[in-house]
């Protein structure tokens, strides 16, 4: 019985010792690596005032079909470049989210205020090859929408609905491939 009382009592001490008083623990500030170029804090603000305009600018497929056919809708496929020409939307210009700089994107986006219509992987079903699904909280569309409002884009609008590849009024293409070169 004695030694069942000082183990316990060994177990109290060790427990008080062992967890520090709530007063001596100090909270540890964790200092940010600077980099000018990174900054999160802006794209939450991008993001969070992003939020209630996106969902006003999401299209059905035959809203985003007649918004197509205006003139000066750029129709911008940000999927990697392998994807695209294995079926895309006719029209679409591609341009890998990967490649997004400000130079990059004023090549295929001729102004701020043009009016851009995105799609992406999670829109279609039906070609796993050219349409692979992603996380639904990584999908590219949402990507592509904040960085084109961080490179100051302001008419941008979404694809909403998923859609199956071989029932959809959207006009899908193939892209050939280039023919490789061989040396003589």
Do not use: W
């Amino acid at each position: 019985m004695k030694r069942i009382m000082y183990l316990l009592l060994i177990l109290c001490v060790f427990s008080l010792v062992a967890k520090p008083n709530q007063k001596q623990v100090k909270k540890q500030k964790i200092e940010p690596i600077p980099n000018r170029l990174i900054d999160y804090g802006e794209f939450k603000k991008i993001v969070n005032r992003s939020e209630s305009e996106r969902e006003t600018h999401r299209l059905t497929e035959d809203q985003f079909l007649k918004m197509m056919s205006e003139e000066g809708v750029v129709v911008l496929d940000a999927r990697s470049e392998n994807r695209y020409r294995l079926l895309h939307i006719k029209g679409a210009v591609n341009l890998p989210f990967t490649e997004f700089t400000k130079d990059s994107l004023a090549t295929v986006i001729p102004e701020p205020k043009s009016k851009i219509l995105i799609y992406c992987n999670n829109n279609f079903e039906g070609n796993e090859q050219a349409f692979a699904a992603k996380s639904p909280a990584a999908s590219l569309n949402l990507s592509t929408y904040n960085s084109l409002k961080a490179y100051g884009y302001t008419n941008i609008y979404e694809l909403g609905p998923l859609l199956d590849v071989n029932q959809t009024k959207l006009p899908l293409v193939t892209e050939p491939k280039e023919k490789e070169q061989t040396s003589n």
